[in-house]
């Protein structure tokens, strides 16, 4: 069953002058747009064509006007829905406003439905006139025919000698019909185009918004990136200008993280140089080779120069001299 299918299936992709033309003929009805189905009273005798007796058509009000009215026919489909175990998600709010998209859509789905049920045939002894005649305003739908048919009957009943004016008369309400039609079938791809550009709109709109809350989350907001991403999105001109003045700042913000780190650089020259300084076995190599020379010079010395105060030794009475 096609409960769930993706936006990307090619039932989405089907026309308005199609689905129009299936509710048609499978209902006897004589709709000229997707959006008059609204009030779900089609929905649920569509469902009825394809299970047959599955739907209590009795509380099916063909004639609802007011949004009330119209969601107690989606209740009546969404009982309908339960008891098929079908998950499809009705969005009610939506449908009864009328809007043409979201009618499309779901009716798009619900002819996808039906035609995977038994391959779309519905019985020949359905009778849709008949099935409607139970439901509140469900005679007076059943009695709407196209026009065209209607005039049609009226001129083959006319008299003779009127056959002339009838048809003349015929020919010019053709024409009027033709135009009115294809003004509505323009003013509804206008509103269906409206409500696509819309969703899109709001779809980008909602992104821009997490980028700008994400902006501002502490601890952020210092950051050059992040600058120069606030800078894109508060941007009054659409030139461009915005995105090269975005460039320029990180640019610039690169640059000065390289100055200030080539400025730190002599400094570890500057350590080794004070640690050479005050290197204690390099001064004690020095002390060692201070007395190394000192030693040689005494060497070089006459005993009397080494010993210049031997008079001193003598007058002094040492036992260790000898007269």
């Given at each position: 069953m096609a409960t769930k299918i993706g936006m990307m299936d090619a039932a989405y992709f089907v026309g308005r002058s199609e689905i129009l033309a299936w509710i048609?003929?499978?209902l006897q009805l004589n709709l000229s747009k997707v959006e008059e189905a609204c009030s779900g009273a089609v929905h649920c005798q569509l469902l009825d064509a394809v299970h047959p007796g599955m739907v209590p058509m009795h509380k099916v009000n063909f004639?609802?006007?007011?949004?009330?009215?119209?969601?107690?026919n989606y209740k009546v489909l969404q009982d309908v829905f339960n008891k098929l175990k079908i998950t499809k998600h009705i969005e009610v709010s939506k449908l009864v406003k009328g809007r043409p998209l979201d009618n499309l859509e779901f009716m798009q789905w619900?002819?996808?439905y039906c035609d995977s049920v038994n391959g779309g045939l519905v019985s020949h002894s359905y009778n849709p006139i008949e099935r409607r005649e139970g439901s509140k305003g469900g005679k007076e739908v059943g009695k709407k025919?196209?026009?065209a048919q209607t005039s049609a009957k009226g001129?083959?009943?006319?008299?003779?000698?009127?056959?002339h004016h009838g048809r003349r008369h015929e020919s010019s309400s053709s024409v009027n019909s033709n135009s009115s039609s294809t003004l509505n079938v323009k003013i509804t791809e206008l509103k269906l185009s409206v409500d696509s550009l819309e969703k899109e709109r709001d779809y980008y709109f909602a992104k821009l918004r997490d980028v700008e809350l994400f902006c501002q989350s502490?601890?952020?907001e210092g950051l050059p990136v992040i600058a120069a991403i606030q800078q894109i999105l508060y941007a009054a001109d659409n030139d461009g200008s915005a995105v090269a003045e975005a460039r320029a700042m990180m640019s610039l913000n690169c640059q000065e993280e390289n100055e200030e780190a080539g400025s730190l650089s002599p400094i570890p020259e500057v350590l080794s140089s004070e640690e050479k300084m005050v290197n204690p076995d390099s001064?004690?190599?020095k002390s060692i080779r201070n007395l190394d020379v000192e030693a040689a010079g005494i060497n070089n010395?006459?005993?009397r120069q080494r010993f210049p105060d031997a008079t001193d030794v003598h007058c002094s009475g040492s036992p260790l001299m000898t007269y």
């Open positions: 048609n003929s499978t004639d609802a006007k007011s949004e009330y009215e119209m969601i107690q619900l002819k996808r025919g196209p026009p001129t083959a009943a006319a008299p003779k000698a009127q056959s502490p601890g952020l001064q004690k190599r010395l006459s005993p």
